[in-house]
């Protein structure tokens, strides 16, 4: 039995209590005149054990009392167990699970780390999940990790994500990129002047709202700045205009399996150092390859 349905019985005792206490009293109490608020009064006083006054009752009605004492009681020790054990289960459940995260994260190298799980970050987390890679998301508003922790399997931290504290409890000192979509500016170049310093050598992406923010953000350490807005405004004019380039970019960004991208990094002095892609030829390179060395 979920604690919902427990608390939906407790509270449907409880108005049955009253209910009957209301009714029985109007009952038995007839010949001394009670009205329907000195019943209700009468009940509530019952069931509160306050009881300081009894409006000269008869005897039928004290042991009626003495029933709906027992019964008051009885509800009152069911209602406080649901809720005391509703608050601590909740509590320690909530507990040993952050704790359980902790020690994941505490474990975890050459991750990626998520600052802020909104709008814009909820789209990083699924490109992450999709990929398969080690990530811990960090997000300040608790109803929001609750609602994603029930949708999607992920690690996360609680918090504010310029606080340095949490940051190196991510493993920033240990990660390999950070991704930092806050809803404002000035928040994100906190996150980006803090990670640059805790992490030299991490790859920092950013997100920016105003026009005037990349400038600054990529001055503050940034490798990597993104207009949302901007973008989303590409995407649709490029849907209208060039639809058959949309729907390219998107099978090779979105297949993953059958369009693979890598990178190489040429050497100096190699035969395809400072020549553009049209006069290496690689293509026909690979063809003549092929030929010589069929598989």
Request: proline residues 4%; aromatic residues 6%.
């Given at each position: 039995m979920n604690y919902q349905r427990k608390i939906f019985i407790a509270l449907t005792l409880l108005i049955g209590l009253l209910v009957t206490g209301t009714v029985g009293y109007l009952f038995l109490e007839k010949d001394n005149q009670w009205r329907l608020l000195d019943a209700i009064y009468m009940t509530v006083i019952t069931l509160t054990t306050v009881?300081?006054?009894?409006?000269?009752?008869?005897?039928?009605?004290?042991?009626?009392?003495?029933?709906?004492?027992?019964?008051?009681f009885g509800v009152f020790t069911y209602s406080v167990t649901i809720a005391t054990a509703f608050l601590i289960e909740g509590q320690l459940q909530s507990f040993f699970r952050q704790q359980k995260m902790i020690r994941t994260v505490d474990k975890l190298s050459n991750h990626y780390i998520i600052c802020g799980l909104g709008d814009t970050g909820v789209h990083v987390l699924d490109e992450m999940l999709k990929a398969e890679v080690d990530f811990v998301g960090i997000e300040f508003e608790e109803e929001r990790l609750i609602h994603l922790s029930d949708t999607r399997n992920f690690l996360y931290l609680q918090g504010d994500a310029t606080d340095?504290?949490?940051?190196?409890?991510?493993?920033?000192?240990?990660a390999q990129g950070l991704v930092t979509c806050l809803s404002r500016d000035q928040d994100n170049l906190f996150v980006v002047i803090s990670a640059r310093k805790?992490?030299?050598?991490?790859?920092?992406?950013?997100?920016?709202?105003?026009?005037?923010?990349?400038?600054?953000?990529?001055?503050a350490g940034a490798d990597e700045v993104v207009l949302p807005d901007h973008i989303g405004g590409l995407r649709l004019a490029t849907g209208l205009l060039q639809p058959q380039l949309v729907g390219f970019l998107e099978n090779m960004t979105q297949n993953r399996l059958d369009a693979q991208f890598n990178e190489s990094i040429i050497q100096e002095g190699a035969p395809l150092d400072g020549i553009s892609l049209r006069a290496a030829s690689i293509h026909e390179q690979n063809w003549v390859s092929c030929h010589r060395n069929p598989r």
């Open positions: 009881g300081y006054s009894n409006m000269g009752m008869s005897d039928a009605g004290r042991v009626f009392t003495m029933f709906l004492l027992i019964g008051g340095d504290e949490l940051l190196l409890r991510a493993g920033i000192e240990r805790l992490n030299p050598h991490l790859r920092i992406a950013s997100k920016a709202v105003e026009d005037n923010s990349p400038g600054k953000l990529i001055t």
